[in-house]
């Protein structure tokens, strides 16, 4: 990782300052609706996901929505965090016996680096605020392989604009968050993923607007 990056191994100190009120975080409070919104956005056009990766799977709320929302049948998740993964793998004990699940202690470089010639391919990538702590090479370099590792990508990040709104209106600052424009991370997606829906993303690797499972093509972007 480069210099601009944030440090890698997000402990108990930064989980316990940035989610001291979990359930007022996107992702967590929300996560039965975003896993909601997902099931429904996919079934509409008979799309199957039979196979997800969350790319920072943190506290583990959401992944485990998905989980029990899709059923899928091979589940993976990474995390540079030892701290976060101890509460994500509480979380999923209720439902691991139900499927084949993965949890694995990397960051998503080293795992973009491991999986960019090999490994299997996701129907669903999670890839919830990360983005923001990356620099930008490791993003140019992660990217590409998350497009040929998954066919739909679920992508939340703060703009700087956003990250201002927050600063400004709930006094909450991350202070190993790095500030960027939306142009800037379209600029870094549009050449591997289309947009397709409200934080979905679709693989250039696996689809065109000719083959695209997705119905709706006015909405490609």
């Known amino acids: ?3 601009e990056t944030s440090p890698l191994h997000f402990e108990k100190e930064y989980w316990e300052t ?3 009120d979990p359930f007022s975080m996107d992702c967590i409070g929300n ?11 996919f079934a509409l056009d008979l799309i199957s996901i039979n196979s997800v990766i969350d790319f920072g799977v943190g506290l583990g709320y959401l992944f485990r929505e998905i ?3 899709f059923m899928p049948e091979r589940a993976f998740a990474i995390d540079p965090s030892i701290y976060a993964l101890e509460r994500a793998k509480s979380r999923l004990i209720p439902i691991v016996s139900t499927m084949k699940i993965e949890v694995h202690n990397i960051d998503l470089s080293t795992w973009a680096k491991d999986m960019s010639k090999r490994g299997a391919v996701f129907d669903l990538g999670l890839c919830t605020s990360v983005f923001q702590y990356l620099s930008e090479e490791d993003l140019r370099f992660i990217i590409p392989v998350m497009a040929r590792k998954v066919r739909y990508l ?15 209106e709930v006094d909450f ?11 800037f991370y379209l600029k870094l997606l ?3 993923f289309t947009v397709v829906g409200r934080r979905i ?3 250039k690797v696996h689809f065109s607007d000719r083959d695209t499972l997705c119905s709706e093509l006015l909405f490609r972007f």
Do not use: C, G
């Open 18 to 20: 940035n989610y001291s």
């Open 1 to 3: 990782m480069s210099s």
């Open 190 to 192: 549009r050449p591997h």
């Open 31 to 41: 996560a039965r609706e975003h896993a909601a919104y997902l099931k429904y956005f």
């Open 201 to 203: 993303l679709e693989s």
């Open 154 to 168: 679920y992508l939340t990040v703060p703009t700087d604009k956003e990250i201002k709104r927050m600063k400004n």
């Open 173 to 183: 600052v991350d202070p190993y968050s790095l500030a960027r424009s939306r142009e």
């Open 67 to 69: 989980l029990r929302k």
